[in-house]
Nanobody, 115 residues
Framework: QVQLVESGGGLVQPGESLLLSCAAS????????TSWYRQAPGKQREWVAT???????NYIKFVKGRFTVSRDNAKNTVYLQMNSLEPEDTAVYYC?????????WGQGTQVTVSS
């Protein structure tokens, strides 16, 4: 079982930035696509961004141009750089890796955007 650990969340003001990290216990990100999801209070978990095994990235329209997903294979880590944060970005952020017969999730990291 691969362990995923997210970090980097916190409390920031609107317009500020955060860098989230998702570290894996073994080499997996270069083999399978990795996605970031978020879940706001009282809402369903929603997809935010994906980086495929080949490095192609995709984003939900509300974060396109503000968020960037990237990967460091040597560190077994995927990142989510979040700029120009808005109160609507407040949520618990999760990373997820899906492959044949498995779907791994991290425990999540809280992001709160408030003045």
């Amino acid at each position: 079982q691969v362990q995923l650990v997210e970090s980097g969340g916190g409390l920031v003001q609107p317009g500020e930035s955060l860098l989230l990290s998702c570290a894996a216990s073994e080499r997996i990100f270069s083999l399978y696509g990795t996605s970031w999801y978020r879940q706001a209070p009282g809402k369903q978990r929603e997809w935010v961004a994906t980086i495929t095994s080949s490095g192609t990235t995709n984003y939900i329209k509300f974060v396109k141009g503000r968020f960037t997903v990237s990967r460091d294979n040597a560190k077994n880590t995927v990142y989510l750089q979040m700029n120009s944060l808005e109160p609507e970005d407040t949520a618990v952020y999760y990373c997820n890796v899906v492959g044949p017969g498995f779907s791994y999730w991290g425990q999540g990291t809280q992001v709160t955007v408030s003045s």
